[in-house]
């Protein structure tokens, strides 16, 4: 039977390429996702109002409205997570 040590993961090299990028607050981060899907939302209004012009393709409205669907579920679940948050850390007996 032979049995290898197990290594652990590497370090991270020194130097100011190899450190991560700094962190956003929180705040900030939820409010920009915020902006992103709102800004979707109006690109999907503008692609709408194109076809409806006839400027616009049917292909062109139909990806606009998708990707500000999935946007707008994305922001909504990370706002039910932060509320959800909340409320357990109202909850805690201190």
């Known amino acids: 039977m032979h049995i290898d040590a197990i290594v652990p993961d590497g370090i991270v090299p020194d130097g100011p390429a190899a450190l991560p990028a700094p962190a956003t607050d929180d705040a900030s981060a939820f409010a920009g996702m915020i902006d992103a899907a709102g800004a979707r939302l109006d690109t999907a209004d ?3 109002a ?3 012009n006839g400027s ?3 292909q062109e409205m139909v990806v606009a409205r998708a990707q500000a669907d999935i946007a707008l579920q994305i922001a909504a679940a990370a706002a039910q997570h932060a509320v959800q948050s909340i409320n357990t850390l109202l909850g805690m007996q201190v």
Do not use: I, S, T
Request: glycine content about 22%; proline content about 0%.
């Open 46 to 48: 503008r692609a709408e």
């Open 50 to 52: 194109a076809f409806v």
């Open 56 to 58: 616009g393709g049917l």
